[in-house]
């Protein structure tokens, strides 16, 4: 785990976050938790690190997310630097569509 953010409130939103088991509670709970905007942006980002893991341009990730370039260099530089925590989600998302 990356130190850089590790504390214990950090955890206690991660455990809670691991206790919902079906979308529609994930639904409620950051509707609790986020504001629509939060959530957004956390969407867009994860729609954005998908496509450049697809290999997609930058200029079709920015017609079909609206993130900007420099969102998409942020997202770019984790996938390219980062703890791999993108690779591993849509590794187990793949996984669970072949099912």
Do not use: H, P
Not at 8 to 34: P, T, W
């Amino acid at each position: 785990m990356s130190g850089k953010i590790e504390n214990d409130n950090i955890d206690f939103l991660f455990k809670s976050i691991l206790q919902l088991q079906d979308i529609e509670e994930c639904y409620d709970f950051f509707e609790d938790l986020c504001t629509v905007q939060e959530l957004k942006t956390l969407a867009q980002r994860i729609v954005v690190a998908k496509m450049l893991s697809e290999k997609c341009v930058y200029t079709d990730i920015v017609a079909k997310t609206g993130a900007s370039t420099a969102t998409i260099s942020r997202v770019n530089r984790s996938l390219q630097y980062g703890c791999d925590g993108y690779d591993k989600i849509f590794e187990r998302l793949k996984n669970e569509d072949e099912l």
